[in-house]
């Protein structure tokens, strides 16, 4: 039987995430909690696949009403694109991302599911499961499907509250997942008047690290400012009080004209240029002197 694809996905990478999901790793009554059996923290790429599962489940949240076939299907080589995988040892990365998002689990808190009633607490993996499998259209064309619990998609796509807009275009080049951490809990602050400052203890909650001392851990804090700075719409400065053993983000908007912006430009002068030299030609050929500016 030929499989379907379940869900489109939408022409701008645009993740209208929560922002209690966002800020969940750094707030002491945190209503979402990721709990992981391993040892190791998430990579990037199960990070990415995570907000790109995120990302097309809502797109395709009028689909789910009913919420009995939360499922995806997408090529391998889609897919490799999507997380910005750019070399040749995307299989194994792949599976890596897919195998640590089935072995994290959710824990929700204080949420009505679908039925109305109110849940004290709920466990559930991140990815519920992972199909891969041969095309039948041309029997070569690896593909993925993925289905989500339905009542985490209940709780991501149907619950109310403040969300922030991201762009997940950036993500591709981002090379670390404490940039992808620091740049949502930034964005998530967006239109607020200020960033509320993070301690030694709050830095490690958000990058998910165990370091004693600021100095330790202000390193990577640095490199993800300069990626962030680099890759994105936003520019991010930071201050340190040594008195308060604090950090403090800056966030203002890139008035800069974009690289694609930047491309259309120059395409336009050339294409000036190229008209008017023709012009000046025929011209000439005609005996007119006459050049245009």
């Known amino acids: 039987m030929k499989k379907e694809i379940n869900s489109k996905l939408p022409e701008k990478r645009t993740l209208y995430k929560q922002n209690e ?11 979402f909690d990721l709990v992981s059996n391993r040892k190791n923290l998430l990579s990037i790429e199960s990070l990415k696949l995570y907000n790109f599962l995120y990302m097309v489940f809502q797109f ?22 999507e997380l910005g995988i750019n070399n040749n040892n995307y299989t194994k990365m792949i599976e890596t991302a897919i195998n640590e998002l089935l072995t994290t689990i959710a824990v929700i808190k204080n949420f009505y599911d679908k039925d109305g009633n109110l849940v004290h607490s709920y466990k559930t993996q991140l990815l519920k499961s ?10 070569k064309t690896k593909c993925f499907e993925f289905q989500i619990d339905n009542d985490l998609l209940n709780f991501m796509i ?34 607020a008047r200020k960033i509320p400052s993070l301690d030694i203890k709050g ?19 640095d490199r993800s400012i300069e990626s962030i700075n680099e890759e994105t719409d936003i520019i991010v400065t930071k201050t340190k009080d040594k008195k308060k053993k604090d950090v403090t983000f800056f966030i203002t908007k890139k008035n800069k004209i974009s690289i694609e912006d ?19 030609k025929l011209l000439n050929e005609k005996g007119v002197k006459w050049q245009t500016i």
């Open 262 to 280: 930047k491309d259309k430009q120059k395409y336009a002068i050339q294409k000036s240029k190229e008209e008017k030299e023709l012009i000046n």
């Open 158 to 191: 149907k619950r109310k509250g403040t969300y922030t807009e991201l762009d997940l275009k950036h993500y591709k080049n981002f090379k670390s997942a404490n940039t992808i951490r620091i740049y949502e809990y930034i964005k998530s602050y967006q239109n």
């Open 130 to 139: 992972v199909k891969d499998f041969t095309s039948v259209e041309d029997n």
């Open 60 to 81: 395709n949240r009028d689909k789910y009403n009913l919420l009995e076939d939360s499922k995806l299907i997408i090529t391998q080589t889609d897919l490799k694109k």
């Open 203 to 221: 830095l490690n909650k958000l990058l998910m690290t165990k370091y004693k001392y600021l100095s330790d851990i202000e390193k990577i804090i």
């Open 21 to 31: 999901l966002i800020r969940n790793e750094y707030e002491f009554n945190a209503e």
